[in-house]
C-alpha cells in the first residue's frame, strides 16, 4: 500500500510539473474569458470543384452548409443531389455507391448509412490550419 501512495504521489507531481509546459490551441487566453473574435471563413464558391488529396476521398462541399437540416424525414442535400432533381440544379448527382447496403445489394433509395452525407462530406474554407499539417497528397496511385 505504501508503495502505491508513493507511485500516485510521484505520477502527481510529474504531471503537475509538465503541465506547465502544455499549451493550448487557446494560447494563454484563461478559460473564464471571452476567446479572441474569429476570423470570417472565406468559403469556396458554389459550383467550383476542389481537388481530393487522397484515393477515396468523399468529395468536399463546395459551398456553405449553415442551416442545412439532414434528419430522419428530411435531407436538404437530396433537394439538388438527387438523381431526379440534379440536372435541374446543376449540381453533381449522388453516387451510385449511396444506393447499396453494407453487403453489396442495390437499393431503390439511399442507404441508411449513407444518408447523413456530412459524415463523409464537409465543408471546404480557406482559413489558417489551427495545428501545423505536413501531409502531402500523392502525385499518382500507380507509376
Known amino acids: 500500500m505504501k508503495k502505491l501512495f508513493v507511485f500516485i504521489l510521484v505520477l502527481g507531481m510529474t504531471v503537475l510539473i509538465n503541465a506547465e509546459e502544455l499549451t493550448s490551441l487557446r494560447g494563454s487566453q484563461p478559460l473564464d474569458e471571452a476567446s479572441q473574435t474569429v476570423e ?70 439511399v442507404s441508411a448509412r449513407r444518408y447523413f452525407c456530412n459524415q463523409c462530406h464537409v465543408p471546404q474554407a480557406s482559413v489558417k490550419p489551427i495545428v501545423e499539417n505536413t501531409f502531402k497528397p500523392i502525385d499518382s496511385v500507380s507509376q
Open 40 to 109: 470570417k471563413k472565406v468559403w469556396a464558391k458554389d459550383g467550383e470543384v476542389i481537388s481530393r488529396n487522397y484515393v477515396q476521398q468523399p468529395p468536399l462541399i463546395p459551398h456553405k452548409i449553415k442551416g442545412y437540416q439532414i434528419n430522419l424525414q428530411y435531407n436538404k442535400c437530396m433537394s439538388c443531389h438527387s438523381w431526379s432533381k440534379y440536372k435541374a440544379s446543376g449540381a453533381t448527382k449522388i453516387s451510385q455507391t449511396h444506393f447499396k447496403d453494407r453487403d453489396g445489394n442495390d437499393l431503390a433509395k
